[in-house]
């Protein structure tokens, strides 16, 4: 689960790391009275979206030379103006993928005197199999061209799970920053915060650029991107409340309620498979025949005729998918009772796309029969190939037509 900044910078306020006073608004109205609020003279306006890149974003609807997701304004009445341009309005950046998202809530914040920015981030690395700092002097709106062009600025510090966040951690990221004593000092302490707060939280990311030394020599976090590891939510009910479905692709909202594994994908093919290697398998071969997958919606190993049900829905309720290919491995679950529940869901959405179904496993006759006895337009598949070329023959033949 994704956060926003302003949620961010108050979880990270009450674990001891210092970020700059600000006020989330949703209105035109609540932004004035947030600067307002704030000592000026000069104030930051911040599009809450859960995407970075928004200070080089532009908005969609205003035009290259207007101001990005992140404004500085010189006065109350300037902050209205742009929160007036942002809300409701749609930014694009390097992260929304060209569609943008919609800015619903601003962040008003106090501008900063910024002597330096740097970058700082820790996650999980899986290589090292441990949580892991990485840290460049190179912070700011850049840091995916300084990875590719000059990953040796970016030094990485795992962090022993056993011994947790020591000294020498923290030296060492002071270290890369080129600070020295007291701030120094302030790096390793805030380091040790944030780590302390990654493992508390169950984070998956704490991406901080940037992490900013001020005029009058404090080290702040000027920008801050969370997220949390969706395994251990329910250790975190407290959590729940800082969700944002209106960032949440709302299909994948509705798959988690019914406990099933939905991933959105470009093409226009809806797969319904089980198990997560069959559904690698299945987008292999439907790139293999040239088309490209919609999504794909796992439904597990014992899934019910219910859940087989929620499943074709969730996939027919995407209006990028033009077919179905539903191909399921009948081991734990028995291929009748997905027959069941595809005729059933086929049935209830009155299905309006080529639908081509391969069963295999345990009693896969009985499912073909109830497929073939439903009065319904379902192409069966023998194998992984032969779904697939009929499931693109088909879709194309509908677009032909
Ligand atoms: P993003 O990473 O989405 O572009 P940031 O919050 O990092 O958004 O803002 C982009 C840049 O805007 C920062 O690198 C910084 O230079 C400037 N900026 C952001 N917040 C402030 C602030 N409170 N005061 C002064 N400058 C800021
Ligand atoms: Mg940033």
Redo the contacts with the bound molecule.
Sequence with gaps: MNIH?YQAKELLAKHGVAV?IGVMATSVDEAVAAAQSLPGPIY?V?AQIHA?????GRFAELGPDAGG??R?AKSVEEVGEDAREMLGNTLV?VQTGEAGKQVNRLYV????D?AK?YYLALLVDRGSSRVAMVVSTEG??DIEKVAHDSPEKITTITIDPDAGFIDTDGAKAAETLRLSGGLAEKCSALCRSLYDMFVALDCAMIEV??LVETGDGELIV??AKISFDSSAEFRHPELEALRDPSEENPIEVEAARHDLAYIKLDGNIGCMVNGAGLAMATMDIIKLNGAFPANFCDVGGGASKEKVTAAFKLILSDPAVEGILVNIFGGIMRCDVIAEGIVAAAKEVALDVPLVVRLEGTNVEKGKAILAESGLRIVSADDLGDAARKIVAEVRESEAA
């Design positions: 900044e700059p930051v911040k970075g890149g928004r200070g080089k997701g992140v500085i950046t914040t106090d501008g900063v910024i920015e700011g709106m650029n940037p000027l920008d």
